[in-house]
Structures are given as C-alpha cells and as structure tokens.
C-alpha cells in the first residue's frame, strides 16, 4: 500500500487546514486509516483515526478541534483541523493499518506550522 499526504504547511494560530492521504495498492478490508503526528523531541501520537466501518478516533490533544472523514471509493481519508496551536506544529503522517493479515504502512509526513 502506498500513501500520498497532502495539504499542511504554515498557518496561523487560531486558523485551520486540512490534510489529505490517498491510498492505493491492495487495500483489504477491514481496515483503519488516519493521521499521528510527532513534534521535534516527543514520542509519535495520535491525531485521529477512522476504521473502514466508521468508528472515529481522536486524541485527546485534538478532540473538539478536528474531523476525520473518508471516502471509500477513492481510498481517501481528510482530516480538518480548526482553531491551530503553536502546539499542534508537528510532522503529520498518514497511516494504514490492515488487520487480515496485520500489514501496518506510513506516509512520508508532512509538516505542519503553526506561528503565534
């Protein structure tokens, strides 16, 4: 499975964007996509996920903040951030995890900035 990330760069506290990854490749169900981040000296953390039957995901330093959405025709998950921290600046990569069998599969990651 191969993941395209899109979307992030440099935005404002207090504005929003919105990330992309599409997926291609043998894609088997079920499955659950979705986004961790890792800022410059912490471990790798959960953003959101979304499972291929719906069930939803967030971390709780992103919960009330963020939506997940797929579209499983296009093998595409989208995650809508608003009201950015500079807390939230961070590399954003896109995971795939198949579970018959386990296959786990990452995106390059993209950054996100955001300036107070």
């Known amino acids: 499975v191969h993941l395209v990330e899109s979307g992030g760069g440099l935005v404002q506290a207090g504005g929003s964007l919105r990330l992309s990854c599409a997926a291609s490749?043998?894609?088997?169900?079920?499955?659950?996509m979705g986004w961790y981040r890792q800022a410059p000296g912490k471990e790798r953390e959960l953003v959101a996920t979304i499972s291929s039957t719906y069930i939803i995901n967030y971390g709780d330093s992103i919960k009330g903040r963020a939506a997940i959405s797929r579209d499983g025709t296009l093998n595409t998950v989208s995650l809508d951030v608003n009201s950015l921290k500079p807390e939230d600046t961070a590399v954003y990569y896109c995971?795939?995890?198949?579970?018959?069998?386990?296959?786990?599969?990452w995106g390059q990651g993209t950054q996100v900035t955001v300036s107070s």
């Open positions: 995971n795939y995890l198949a579970y018959y069998p386990v296959r786990d599969y």
């Open positions: 490749g043998t894609i088997t169900i079920p499955y659950t």
